[in-house]
């Protein structure tokens, strides 16, 4: 089977060019017209485009948010359609869902802020392919080599890591292993629809913090300020600050068994067990 990924230079598209050996990688740059030119052969096709979430959003930035997800899955989205591609799987994420709130994919209420405003816009280009689809809406990826855990692991095996704020907000994740058996399970059962690509079981920013520093035997005494926190990021500091419980109901109902499903076993297959 092959596959097309568009945002495959990315942190999750590297791992899935490992994972899919006969892949074909989409380029943002590409015309409508070329896609359609790589996509003959093509089974699958996999959607990873967007720029960096985790950015200071100033206005100019905000517009790349919008552009890089927006206009590239309306054009990737016209171009599978003229083709003869069989599956779409769009990535989304569970910033959609309002703060504060368990949900899992039949959860109708929206945040109402711009990354859920951007979330909606996002899945509504997606949708309009008229092939099978699966729009997978990704929580905090744990894998050492890229992605915000990658991105702080440093600080904590220094000693230097902390919880953001008081630690309250809930946080969802998924293991990179298990997200990769996730776009397996799908493609291979040709499953359609929404799936919350997060594991069963989300906890406190204040438990995720102190598994990790307990992981690597590190303190965690060193608390990120919200106040800080806003003057680094602006608007984009609600990436860091929400607290989204999110469930993966639909992938459970449909049989998938996670390999990782609590933060202990993720943190000991990603940091090895140093007991």
Same mark, same amino acid.
């Given at each position: 089977?092959?596959?097309?990924?568009?945002?495959?230079?990315?942190?999750?598209?590297?791992?899935?060019? &490992?994972?899919?050996? *006969? =892949?074909?990688?989409?380029?943002?740059?590409?015309? $409508?017209? +070329?896609?359609? #030119?790589?996509? %003959?052969?093509?089974?699958?096709?996999?959607?990873?485009?967007?720029?960096?979430?985790?950015?200071?959003?100033?206005?100019?930035?905000?517009?790349?948010?919008?552009?890089?997800?927006?206009?590239?899955?309306?054009?990737?989205?016209?171009?599978?359609?003229?083709?003869?591609?069989?599956?779409?799987?769009?990535?989304?994420?569970?910033?959609?869902?309002?703060?504060?709130?368990?949900?899992?994919?039949?959860?109708? &209420?929206?945040?109402? *802020? =711009?990354?859920?405003?951007?979330?909606?816009?996002? $899945?509504? +280009?997606?949708? #309009?392919?008229? %092939?099978?689809?699966?729009?997978?809406?990704?929580?905090?990826?744990?894998?050492?080599?890229?992605?915000?855990?990658?991105?702080?692991?440093?600080?904590?095996?220094?000693?230097?890591?902390?919880?953001?704020?008081?630690?309250?907000?809930?946080?969802?994740?998924?293991?990179?292993?298990?997200?990769?058996?996730?776009?397996?399970?799908?493609?291979?059962?040709?499953?359609?629809?929404?799936?919350?690509?997060?594991?069963?079981?989300?906890?406190?920013?204040?438990?995720?913090?102190?598994?990790?520093?307990?992981?690597?035997?590190?303190?965690?005494?060193?608390?990120?300020?919200?106040?800080?926190?806003?003057?680094?990021?602006?608007?984009?500091?609600?990436?860091?600050?929400?607290?989204?419980?999110?469930?993966?109901?639909?992938?459970?109902?449909?049989?998938?068994?996670?390999?990782?499903?609590?933060?202990?076993?993720?943190?000991?297959?990603?940091?090895?067990?140093?007991?």
């Amino acid at each position: 089977m092959k596959v097309a990924i568009s945002g495959a230079s990315g942190f999750i598209g590297s791992h899935l060019r &490992e994972r899919f050996k *006969d =892949f074909t990688v989409l380029d943002r740059g590409d015309s $409508e017209e +070329e896609i359609v #030119k790589k996509l %003959k052969g093509v089974a699958v096709v996999i959607n990873l485009s967007g720029a960096p979430i985790v950015q200071k959003w100033t206005p100019e930035y905000k517009e790349l948010l919008i552009s890089s997800r927006i206009d590239t899955t309306k054009k990737l989205v016209n171009a599978i359609n003229k083709s003869g591609v069989s599956q779409f799987i769009s990535a989304s994420a569970i910033g959609i869902y309002p703060n504060n709130k368990p949900c899992d994919e039949e959860c109708d &209420e929206i945040a109402g *802020d =711009f990354l859920s405003d951007l979330v909606v816009k996002w $899945e509504h +280009e997606a949708k #309009k392919c008229k %092939k099978s689809t699966a729009i997978f809406r990704f929580g905090v990826v744990l894998a050492t080599d890229g992605g915000a855990f990658g991105t702080m692991l440093p600080t904590f095996k220094m000693g230097l890591g902390g919880t953001v704020g008081n630690g309250s907000m809930m946080t969802s994740w998924i293991d990179i292993e298990d997200l990769l058996r996730i776009y397996e399970f799908v493609i291979q059962n040709r499953l359609e629809g929404i799936y919350n690509v997060v594991s069963p079981k989300p906890i406190t920013n204040f438990a995720y913090t102190k598994a990790i520093g307990k992981a690597l035997f590190r303190p965690t005494f060193f608390p990120l300020s919200i106040i800080v926190a806003k003057m680094l990021f602006g608007e984009g500091v609600i990436v860091l600050t929400g607290s989204k419980e999110i469930y993966p109901k639909a992938l459970l109902d449909a049989g998938f068994k996670f390999k990782y499903p609590d933060i202990h076993s993720s943190l000991t297959h990603l940091l090895g067990d140093r007991r």
